[in-house]
């Protein structure tokens, strides 16, 4: 998922896909510690999308206190 795709979502609809992405991390985390992992790269590319939406939503918080002042 890129940037992009994120800012036309709603702050609603990005939390849900932080929770979702957050579960996943949670579950490749235990799949790692019994060693069932097989993609490793899943858990990079999950962590970023997470920080990516952290981002956003950071960012359309900005926005919404800056057009309210």
């Known amino acids: 998922m890129n940037a992009n ?5 709603t702050p609603d609809q990005l939390r849900d896909e932080l929770v979702q992405l957050k579960k996943e991390a949670f ?3 235990f ?3 019994t ?3 097989e993609n490793t790269a899943r858990m990079r590319k999950v962590r970023r999308d997470a920080a990516r939406v952290k ?8 926005e919404a206190a800056q ?3």
């Open 31 to 33: 799949q790692q510690a």
């Open 27 to 29: 579950n490749l985390r």
């Open 67 to 69: 057009s309210e002042a």
């Open 55 to 62: 981002t956003i939503l950071n960012q359309k918080a900005a």
């Open 35 to 37: 060693g069932a992992l």
């Open 5 to 9: 795709e994120l800012r036309d979502k």
